[in-house]
């Protein structure tokens, strides 16, 4: 009864849902899923009413948070799905970050408490389901780190052989240490990101191996439901900007279409803005925001957020669509700016990586700007868990010099009763 389909977003050629190319055949352009409007006789309340039926459920791939959605996700995946499950995540409110990023309307959705510590759980439970409807032998991706762990760990919870290049000391130790742990074939490349990927797209074609980086489309069908969730977690009560951190595009690109779907599916009736951060060492995509989108930019990436360290976006089409869609807006934030952001949400007991926390302090930008009114609702998404990049947390609290103000220096003592005491009344 599908009807799903995959069509090619540059050449407009359509295959099935079921064809494992990861991309169009016939012109290398990006493929995008449709789905059949879901059949919910009543429209978008009666999705809605699905929705929140299954909400709590315990068992079984309705309890995860990506296929609670599957009317949205994957609505033919059936017994192939392979869950953890995943999502489910918390929408959290925070007095001294709202304080910081001086918007009082700010929400947290933390991603990282996903399996392993990232949204890319989400995208993962639905690729590596994918992998096993059209029989892949093998799975692979390049990564800044958060999509190998979460292929590596998803291909094992599969029994599939999994391949893993990252590119080489720029990646967080936690990550690497994920890909390891869960038996991940892993390949340190002396190279970039960008670099990566384009190795990983031509030894998958090679070796026949299906490739799970977010240019396959089965991967941001999973994203989506970031924003299903948050929406759901509102009452279907839509916030006024979703912010959200931007390397490789596929989030960005995964946002805008959830979110257009559900204004047409009638789940919501309009849409928030969508604001993209990037580092300012590793803004291409803010650079053609800037532009009007007139041309795409590549350029050699620098920042201390590894997880975005990416001069080549992948997803840029479908991402500029995204922003265009949601009349949203592009920016950049320092390594600086993303530093302290990050010292904020970690001091408030939350915790982050560092990537993540560039959406808050590109909430603060725009407030400051005058873009995103002090007074409105908005969701920004930490998408990585505070222990993925231990190396930056030492760095920031033990060693820079001289130390920033919201260091918190460990003190070295002697085993003396005085010694302790001296330290709690300095
Ligand atoms: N935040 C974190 C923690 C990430 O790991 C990533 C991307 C992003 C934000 C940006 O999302 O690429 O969809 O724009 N990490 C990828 C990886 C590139 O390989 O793990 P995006």
């Given at each position: 009864?599908?009807?799903?389909?995959q069509?090619?977003?540059?050449c407009?050629?359509e295959?099935?849902?079921?064809?494992?190319?990861p991309?169009?055949?016939d012109c290398?352009g990006l493929?995008?899923?449709?789905h059949?409007p879901?059949?919910?006789?009543g429209?978008g309340?009666?999705?809605?009413a699905?929705?929140?039926?299954?909400?709590?459920?315990?068992r079984?791939p309705?309890a995860s948070?990506?296929?609670?959605?599957t009317?949205?996700?994957?609505p033919?995946a059936g017994?192939?799905?392979?869950?953890y499950?995943?999502?489910?995540?918390?929408?959290?409110?925070?007095?001294?970050?709202?304080?910081w990023?001086e918007?009082?309307?700010l929400l947290?959705?933390?991603?990282?408490?996903n399996p392993?510590?990232s949204?890319?759980d989400?995208g993962?439970t639905?690729?590596?389901?994918?992998?096993r409807?059209?029989?892949?032998r093998a799975?692979a991706c390049?990564?800044?780190?958060n999509?190998?762990?979460?292929l590596a760990?998803?291909?094992a919870?599969a029994?599939?052989?999994?391949?893993?290049?990252?590119?080489?000391?720029?990646v967080?130790?936690g990550?690497?240490?994920q890909?390891?742990a869960?038996g991940?074939?892993?390949?340190?490349?002396?190279?970039?990101?960008?670099?990566?990927?384009?190795l990983a797209?031509a030894a998958?074609a090679?070796l026949?191996v299906?490739?799970?980086?977010?240019v396959?489309?089965?991967?941001?069908?999973?994203?989506?439901?970031?924003v299903?969730?948050?929406?759901?977690?509102?009452?279907?009560?839509?916030?006024?900007w979703?912010?959200?951190?931007?390397g490789?595009?596929?989030?960005?690109?995964?946002?805008?279409k959830?979110?257009?779907?559900?204004?047409?599916?009638?789940?919501?009736?309009?849409?928030?803005?969508l604001?993209a951060?990037q580092?300012?060492g590793?803004?291409?995509?803010?650079?053609s925001?800037?532009e009007?989108?007139?041309?795409r930019h590549?350029?050699?990436?620098?920042t201390v957020?590894?997880?975005?360290?990416?001069?080549?976006?992948?997803?840029?089409d479908r991402?500029?669509?995204a922003i265009r869609?949601?009349?949203?807006?592009?920016t950049?934030?320092?390594d600086?700016e993303?530093?302290?952001?990050?010292?904020?949400?970690d001091g408030?007991?939350?915790?982050?990586e560092p990537?993540s926390?560039?959406?808050v302090?590109?909430?603060?930008r725009l407030v400051?700007e005058?873009t995103?009114?002090?007074?409105t609702?908005?969701?920004a998404i930490l998408?990585g868990?505070?222990?993925?990049?231990?190396?930056?947390?030492t760095?920031?609290h033990?060693?820079?010099e001289?130390?920033?103000?919201r260091a918190?220096?460990?003190?070295?003592?002697d085993?003396?009763l005085?010694?302790?005491?001296r330290?709690?009344?300095?």
């Amino acid at each position: 009864m599908s009807a799903t389909r995959q069509l090619c977003a540059s050449c407009g050629g359509e295959r099935p849902e079921t064809d494992p190319h990861p991309r169009c055949p016939d012109c290398g352009g990006l493929l995008e899923i449709r789905h059949p409007p879901p059949a919910a006789g009543g429209g978008g309340s009666a999705l809605r009413a699905l929705f929140d039926a299954r909400w709590g459920v315990r068992r079984g791939p309705l309890a995860s948070g990506v296929w609670r959605y599957t009317e949205a996700v994957l609505p033919t995946a059936g017994e192939h799905i392979l869950s953890y499950p995943e999502g489910n995540t918390p929408l959290v409110a925070s007095a001294p970050v709202a304080a910081w990023a001086e918007a009082r309307g700010l929400l947290l959705k933390h991603e990282g408490q996903n399996p392993t510590g990232s949204f890319k759980d989400r995208g993962m439970t639905v690729g590596v389901t994918q992998a096993r409807r059209v029989r892949a032998r093998a799975v692979a991706c390049a990564s800044t780190g958060n999509t190998g762990a979460a292929l590596a760990a998803y291909a094992a919870l599969a029994g599939l052989p999994a391949l893993v290049l990252v590119p080489k000391g720029q990646v967080a130790l936690g990550k690497l240490a994920q890909a390891l742990a869960y038996g991940a074939r892993t390949l340190l490349v002396r190279g970039n990101f960008d670099q990566c990927l384009e190795l990983a797209d031509a030894a998958s074609a090679r070796l026949g191996v299906y490739l799970l980086n977010s240019v396959n489309p089965f991967r941001l069908e999973g994203q989506k439901t970031i924003v299903l969730e948050t929406l759901q977690q509102l009452a279907w009560e839509p916030p006024d900007w979703i912010v959200v951190p931007a390397g490789n595009l596929g989030n960005t690109a995964a946002f805008g279409k959830a979110l257009v779907e559900a204004r047409e599916w009638g789940i919501i009736d309009r849409l928030p803005r969508l604001a993209a951060i990037q580092a300012d060492g590793a803004a291409p995509f803010a650079l053609s925001f800037r532009e009007g989108f007139a041309r795409r930019h590549r350029v050699e990436p620098h920042t201390v957020a590894t997880a975005i360290n990416i001069g080549h976006p992948a997803s840029y089409d479908r991402a500029a669509r995204a922003i265009r869609d949601t009349e949203g807006v592009v920016t950049t934030v320092s390594d600086a700016e993303i530093l302290e952001a990050k010292a904020v949400v970690d001091g408030a007991g939350i915790g982050c990586e560092p990537a993540s926390a560039a959406a808050v302090a590109g909430v603060r930008r725009l407030v400051r700007e005058g873009t995103i009114g002090a007074g409105t609702r908005v969701v920004a998404i930490l998408t990585g868990h505070v222990l993925k990049d231990p190396g930056i947390v030492t760095h920031y609290h033990q060693e820079l010099e001289p130390p920033p103000a919201r260091a918190n220096r460990p003190v070295e003592i002697d085993p003396r009763l005085e010694d302790v005491e001296r330290v709690m009344n300095a």
